[in-house]
């Protein structure tokens, strides 16, 4: 995340504002979720994190910019 430019900041608000855009229910050991979401200067980011529900917390797996190559409709869908 910090390699990539991308802020705790921005992280926390496409947590707690963005859209979730794929579930990755029968993931191990937790289910996963994508998370799209724009934080400053119209930059979309999006978050892999795992969701451990019994012990209410949130593991990041990864944070990144979407290729616009392989997005369209502000990034919250695949191009197939």
């Known amino acids: 995340m910090f390699e990539r430019n ?3 900041e ?3 608000h496409v947590i ?3 859209t ?3 579930e990755y229910k029968d993931d191990f050991p937790f289910p996963s979720f994508l ?3 724009k ?3 119209n930059r979309y980011i999006h978050i892999v994190l795992g969701l451990d529900a019994n012990n209410q917390r949130i593991y ?6 979407p290729e616009p190559a392989l ?6 869908r695949r191009i197939t």
């Open 39 to 41: 934080v400053k200067e």
């Open 10 to 12: 921005d992280v926390r």
């Open 20 to 22: 979730i855009i794929e």
């Open 6 to 8: 991308i802020s705790e």
């Open 35 to 37: 998370l799209n979401g």
């Open 71 to 76: 997005w369209k409709d502000n990034y919250s």
């Open 16 to 18: 707690s504002n963005g």
């Open 60 to 65: 990041i797996i990864t944070v990144y910019e």
